[in-house]
């Protein structure tokens, strides 16, 4: 195992998640058919991404921050998204704005500023609601006080009584 964020790569994050995926889809199969919440889904892939990062803090939708300074937490408020969701819609903006984003599962070292993957899952095909999703990635990698190292989007596709996973893994640029 690696000792520090700077020794690990992709290729050791996408190991691990594809054992959790597959351990998700054998153990909680009825959470596919038919295709269950996004949250509920989330909550049970953390569980088992649990066993593949044992030395790792993996939280759902965890709205914290630690200011370097004080090291009190905040919410993550950003400035960055060029994408906004409003009144049930998306809408591209010239400028970005300062919204809150809260990933839907972080891999992380609570109270330090280790933040190894930020993951957006997805259970519809909505392109407008997976383009916010990915522009937040976006946001998570380079905005300073989050600064993912990797951003990782899965979509549970559904599929006439099955299901496809497709999954991204971006680097931090």
Known sequence: MPEN???IDSEWIIER???AISNLERQEA???NPLGSERNIAQRFARWLEDEFPDWNIDCEYGQIVNSVNHTAKTKVVEMLLIRQRNGGF?????PQRIKVVPDIIIHHRGRRENLVAIEIKTSNDFEEIEFDKEKLRVYREYEPLRYRYSLFIRFEPMAGEHKIV???QLNP
């Open 5 to 7: 964020i700077d020794q």
């Open 17 to 19: 998640v594809d054992r």
């Open 30 to 32: 009825t959470l596919f």
């Open 167 to 169: 999954a991204e893994i």
């Open 91 to 95: 809408r591209r903006l010239t400028s």
